[in-house]
């Protein structure tokens, strides 16, 4: 059955409004096109007793925040917005912790506890989110838990946070919230925009966050994002990982022999890591935490290889499927030659509905201009890779 924007709007007013009655509400807005869509919806139901809150919460890209609250708050939308500056209480909620999952629920933990203290204080009950339908199949299946997802999960937020929650959006995928949103007005440059998830940068600084590591990230992510949106394919983002390798790991000898041989290339002029972190992978529908691998092959003169991406991502498939602890394959783009503390990886796919994705052909000469660019802006980093795993077997974000 074909998606009628009108149609959906119409409806969900109807139930929100059913639903809210003259209660007060509360949204969290990211200002990425889930929460938007959701907010402007809720506003188009009940009026002036929507409270939109914007957490800032240190994960956001570069100057996000006020972008964001001014964009929204003027016409055409013209939703009442406060704005929470909270970057010391996520960052001392998120210190120490390395795991994925783990950084996933302290963030979620955080994210409800402020909005229950924020609802308290502002007479709300309810609290309307812009959970999507691809958020609740990954959390459900196993595979990575969205920080928006509570019910599904078997977790009351009236006895936990002390509101009920509304998700209007639950039943569509991307590309329908998108056509609900030009719809109702919401700006080109919310409707079009990436996405971006909740916790942010969060869960893309790989392994444990720190603040040097953090700014590193945000200056990456700014170069990225300017870059590929030139030609841009369906999400593409910048990631930050320790240089950090895995001690000892047996299969690396193996795994030149393999990748020189793709490359008809002698095994001494191709270069293989492990990194110490990993990152989240999906393997027959479920998580899996695996090891993330970076590859550099050379010429005869020391240049890397510009093999075309397509025989890159063969060569992934090929990996992969012999060494399946994987989740990641990363092939360098350029390095400075001197020992920093972090690498970029840029990750760009196109994808109908998040579910699975394809790596994007991007050509080598915008990648190289994106590495040259980073290594000006940002000094601890020697290295950018273009991630070219697919998903599955990877996730679309790190972690």
């Given at each position: 059955m074909k998606f009628v924007p009108q149609k959906f709007v119409e409806k969900q007013t109807k139930e929100i409004g059913k639903m809210l009655g003259d209660h007060r509400a509360l949204v969290a807005v990211s200002g990425g096109v889930d929460s938007v869509t959701c907010a402007a919806l809720t506003h188009r139901a009940i009026g002036e007793n929507l409270l939109c809150v914007m957490l800032d919460d240190a994960f956001m890209r570069e100057g996000e925040p006020e972008r964001i609250a001014r964009l929204i708050s003027r016409p055409p939308l013209q939703l009442p917005i406060k704005?929470?500056?909270?970057?010391?209480?996520?960052?001392?909620?998120?210190?120490?912790?390395?795991?994925?999952?783990?950084?996933?629920?302290?963030?979620?933990?955080?994210?409800?506890?402020?909005?229950?203290?924020?609802?308290?204080?502002?007479?709300?009950?309810?609290?309307?989110?812009?959970?999507?339908?691809?958020?609740?199949?990954?959390?459900?299946?196993?595979?990575?838990?969205?920080?928006?997802?509570?019910?599904?999960?078997?977790?009351?937020?009236?006895?936990?946070?002390?509101?009920?929650?509304?998700?209007?959006?639950?039943?569509?995928?991307?590309?329908?919230?998108?056509?609900?949103?030009?719809?109702?007005?919401?700006?080109?440059?919310?409707?079009?925009?990436?996405?971006?998830?909740?916790?942010?940068?969060?869960?893309?600084?790989?392994?444990?966050?720190?603040?040097?590591?953090?700014?590193?990230?945000?200056?990456?992510?700014?170069?990225?994002?300017?870059?590929?949106?030139?030609?841009?394919?369906?999400?593409?983002?910048?990631?930050?990982?320790?240089?950090?390798?895995?001690?000892?790991?047996?299969?690396?000898?193996?795994?030149?022999?393999?990748?020189?041989?793709?490359?008809?290339?002698?095994?001494?002029?191709?270069f293989v890591k492990v990194f110490q972190d990993k990152a989240t992978g999906v393997k027959k529908g479920q998580r899996l935490y695996g090891d993330v691998l970076a590859i550099k092959a050379e010429d005869e003169n020391g240049h890397i290889l510009k093999t075309p991406i397509e025989n890159l991502v063969r060569l992934q498939d090929k990996i992969v499927e012999e060494n399946p602890s994987f989740a990641r394959v990363l092939y360098a783009i350029n390095e400075t030659g001197k020992r920093q503390t972090y690498s970029i990886v840029v990750r760009a796919v196109e994808t109908v509905d998040f579910l699975t994705a394809s790596v994007a052909e991007v050509s080598w000469t915008s990648l190289e201009k994106i590495a040259d660019r980073i290594f000006d802006s940002c000094p601890t980093v020697s290295s950018v890779y273009y991630d070219v795993t697919p998903k599955p077997p990877a996730t679309i974000e790190f972690e």
């Open positions: 704005t929470l500056n909270v970057q010391e209480r996520f960052l001392e909620a998120l210190e120490g912790h390395k795991d994925a999952e783990a950084k996933r629920k302290a963030f979620r933990e955080t994210f409800y506890n402020t909005l229950r203290e924020t609802a308290e204080e502002e007479g709300c009950q309810f609290l309307v989110q812009g959970t999507i339908a691809a958020d609740i199949v990954e959390t459900t299946r196993g595979v990575k838990t969205q920080h928006n997802v509570l019910a599904q999960m078997g977790i009351n937020p009236i006895e936990r946070f002390g509101f009920q929650v509304i998700e209007p959006l639950a039943s569509i995928y991307k590309g329908q919230v998108r056509k609900v949103a030009r719809y109702l007005g919401v700006p080109s440059e919310i409707s079009e925009r990436q996405p971006f998830p909740g916790p942010g940068l969060s869960v893309r600084t790989v392994g444990e966050i720190k603040a040097d590591k953090l700014e590193m990230l945000k200056k990456a992510t700014a170069i990225a994002e300017e870059e590929l949106a030139k030609n841009p394919p369906s999400q593409f983002f910048a990631v930050i990982i320790e240089n950090a390798e895995r001690p000892r790991y047996s299969k690396l000898e193996s795994l030149s022999k393999t990748i020189g041989d793709i490359f008809n290339v002698l095994s001494d002029y191709v």
